[in-house]
């Protein structure tokens, strides 16, 4: 069949490619032609066009164009001129080689194509092409007009437009070519029948001897071999099958290494391996699998799967998998109970692939197996502390929330979202989760957030809701920076606390400060009469300072002011005192309030630097209240342990210019505290003396015990001796 089918088709195909190479020599012929004549014919119509162009533009005139009509009459003479014309402007037609056009428009008595003709004349260059379709050439050459319509003497460009046929020489190059083809495709079908007789007597014999060879290769002769030699096709053809059956047997040799290497792979494998029949039999078991279910290789082998190691209560879900990947329509994962070797019950996690023969029947199954008790306890460890975490965020109003720089993505716990009364199915992108808050809270969250994101430092705000709810208005948000295990900033973390019920607080602290303004007077009176210390001080110096640093680029103040600690002196400078109370006077042991203001740097310790520090990050910070215990002096040198309060009165927010600072005398408390330490100390002293004292007597009292007991006993052993002497 091989030898009746090359036979027919060696001489058709080479017959075929003698006359594809006939038809591809004449189209080429044709082609090179039609370039030459082309070309021949863009440089005779430029040669002609440009006369011509130079005759018109010296003879036209205004009174007289008939030379100018002659010159284009005899142009248009030329052998291929097909369409001569001279348009103005406008495209109007005012001189042709037929007079039947004159006043027309150019374009719709020829080829004449306006836009390429006003391109000429804006540039004035002449302009040549081909037409695609048709053998004709096109060209437009710009004229200077000397006349105009209506007399009108400025100078204008026309276009010399013509269209040269190439038809004439195309028609004789074709049939040049035809001729040409012919002769080509009858010698070369000569030539190509003779060599296809010679080619058929030398194919046939050798593809008979391929053939041969192949089947005995196909019938398991892994040496069958071709063996020929030589440059030709079918040698070559032959070395390609000798090559290829050596590469199959090369194939077969690293396949049965393969083999070998699987079967270790899967001794070795950390998952159980086990490989069933289609009637639940054990045919492979790996030494992973010995060491999940205690059964070593042969104790497993052509044992079923119900009877070694399924739990009782899993029988049932684990015959619905079987059936699924019998019919190989699932089962392929699943998880059940199984019973080891020693009875002990485990959970195991199954991946099983059916395993078809060549018809595509199920005849056994390949599954590797993963203990996941511990994992699954682990998990429901897990599980239970996060809901012990939710619990304590629920008790506590704290939700937590992290923040992934690279995927801007917000992660918000249940109490969270509780807080925020917002949708927990929806997550949020930074830019989203700002516009929850009020302009000024967003602008204060994007500052804070960049200076985490830059420098790792920690930021706590309060920030306002833009639409609250009933419960919440005010959030404490606290974040910090999540580094990776490069030490790279790629997020950040932290908590939000709902603090309306403090802010309410504050409110209404500061409504009672507001209505205290109302009267000057009775400010006054109580302010004065007030038994603790109160302070009124102008901090619009500091607040002028503030300004100047933030223009300058300071971002944290407290950074700024341990690096800069004369700034710290500087605003204590600045925070200028209005007034003090009587108390005041008294707590820090002064006559009057001249003697205390003149001597006040001397009332300041330590702690009442530190305590300043704090109170001027609170305000660079947008705080407008704090409170914090702290040490002052009398103006003796006397120790005074106090509660510091300072408020900044509303209407002062912005300017700073009204704050009042409250000294609460703690001193006695705090010496009771230290007495009651001392007391407690003391006490336990001597309780540890009394009762060292007590073991002590016990001790001793427990030896007399037993010489007492001791003697007794002698005692009670006498008296029986002279007892049974006389009895005796």
Known sequence: MIRVRLSLLIPLLVILSSLVSGLLLFWIAIHDARRLIEREGFNDLNATMTHLQNILTSQLTLENPEDAKLSLSVSALHSGVKTLLLADQNHVVLMANRYLWEKERAARVSGYDEQAAAQVMLRSASRTAADPQRPLLRGYYPVTLRMAPGGDPRMQTGVLFVEYDLTPRLAQVHHDAEVQAATFGAVMVAIAIAVAVLLHQLVSRRVAEIGAVAQRFTLGDAEARVGLHGSYELAEIGSIFDRMADKIAEDQRALAASERKISLHLKQNILGVIEWDREFRVREWNLAAEGIFGYSREEALERRMADLIVAPRAVVAVDEVWRSLLADTGGGYSINENVTQDGRVLLCEWFNTPLPDEEGTVTGVMSLVRDITE??????????????????????????????????????????????????????????????????????????????????????????????????????????????????????????????????????????????????????????????????????????????????????????????????????????????????????????????????????????????????????????????????????????????????????????????????????????????????????????????????????????NRLFIGRELRMVELKEQIRKLEQG
């Open 375 to 704: 994992q699954r306890k682990m998990e429901e460890s897990l599980r239970q502390r996060e809901a012990e975490l939710k619990e304590s965020q629920r008790l506590a109003h704290i939700g937590s929330w992290d923040w992934d720089a690279e995927s801007d993505v917000i992660w918000w716990s249940d109490e969270c979202y509780r807080i925020y009364g917002f949708d927990p199915t929806r997550s949020l992108s930074f830019e989203e989760h700002k516009q929850l808050y009020t302009k000024e809270s967003a602008e204060r969250l994007d500052t804070a957030v960049r200076w985490t994101m830059e420098s790792g430092s920690p930021y706590e705000l309060d920030l306002e809701l833009a639409h609250p709810s009933a419960a919440t208005r005010w959030i404490l948000a606290r974040g910090e920076a999540k580094r990776d295990a490069s030490g790279n900033l790629r997020g950040l973390r932290g908590t939000a606390l709902n603090i309306t019920e403090r802010k309410q607080a504050e409110d209404e602290l500061r409504r009672m400060y507001r209505d205290l303004e109302q009267s000057e007077e009775r400010y006054r009176l109580v302010f004065e009469s007030s038994p603790v210390s109160l302070w009124e001080e102008d901090f619009s110096g500091v607040k002028a300072l503030f300004d100047d640093l933030r223009r300058e680029g300071v971002v944290e103040l407290d950074a700024y002011l341990e690096a800069h600690p004369e700034v710290l002196s500087r605003c204590a400078q600045l925070a200028r005192v209005i007034e003090v109370n009587r108390a005041a006077v008294t707590l820090h042991g002064a006559q009057s309030r001249g003697e205390l203001l003149s001597g006040l740097a001397d009332t300041f310790t330590e702690q009442s630097y530190t305590a300043f520090r704090e109170e001027l990050v609170c305000l660079w910070q947008g705080g407008r209240e704090m409170v914090r215990d702290s040490e002052v002096k009398t103006l003796a040198g006397e120790p005074r342990q106090v509660t510091v309060y300072f408020s900044v009165c509303p209407g002062y927010e912005e300017s700073l210019g009204m704050v009042i600072v409250s000294l609460f005398d703690i001193t006695a408390r705090k010496q009771a505290e230290e007495a009651l330490w001392q007391l407690n100390a003391e006490l336990e002293r001597r309780v540890g003396l009394r009762t060292a004292e007590l073991e002590a007597k016990n001790r001793e009292l427990e030896r007399v």
